[in-house]
């Protein structure tokens, strides 16, 4: 099953898994599919980004975001990611993505993406950085704001070390990339 129907699958079942409040969890099963593997015949790095990307999605649709920014010429995006692969998930193996908002500074989300293998260990994990883009005013927005326009209320712990690592090296890495480096 690639992408998109992995992506239809899961807006179709979007509402089974109910509403998404900050400090929830998305969690989607998949089985690693020949589609998916590379000549190490296990799930190819690009596969956990785009099976990252469905989390992510299933996110947005379940807090109402989707619709919110189609109705205000908004643009969820991606700003950076970090990865690290644990064990690898080989062909035919089932394993879940768990996907997390986990705190949010300003315009700057972080979220994660937990895969999971079916003896419940971690295979990978993936650390994000995003915002949500206002195209008519041409800036990102607070996140807060964009909680008030979904109609929620929810407050960020303070981020880990890790993420506040993380953070600083996405924010060095992207001003490398503005310089042309």
């Given at each position: ?22 400090g ?23 596969r ?6 469905v ?31 644990v ?73 880990t ?16 990339a503005?310089?042309?480096?």
């Amino acid at each position: 099953m690639y992408v998109w129907a992995r992506l239809a699958r899961m807006a179709l079942t979007t509402g089974r898994r109910g509403d998404y409040r900050m400090g929830d969890e998305s969690r989607l099963s998949f089985r690693c599919l020949p589609t998916d593997i590379d000549f190490n015949w296990h799930l190819n790095n690009a596969r956990y980004m785009m099976l990252a990307d469905v989390g992510r999605i299933d996110i947005f649709f379940r807090a109402g975001l989707i619709a919110r920014a189609r109705e205000k010429g908004w643009a969820p995006m991606l700003g950076g990611l970090q990865t690290v692969f644990v064990r690898e998930i080989r062909l035919w193996r089932k394993f879940d993505v768990v996907s997390t908002v986990e705190t949010w500074e300003g315009t700057q989300i972080v979220g994660r993406h937990k895969f999971v293998l079916d003896t419940g260990e971690t295979a990978a994990l993936i650390l994000t950085t995003a915002g949500i883009y206002d195209r008519r005013n041409r800036r990102f927005m607070e996140f807060d704001e964009v909680l008030t326009a979904l109609g929620r209320c929810a407050t960020p712990r303070p981020p880990t070390e890790a993420e506040r690592i993380f953070m600083a090296s996405h924010a060095g890495l992207r001003v490398l990339a503005k310089q042309g480096g």
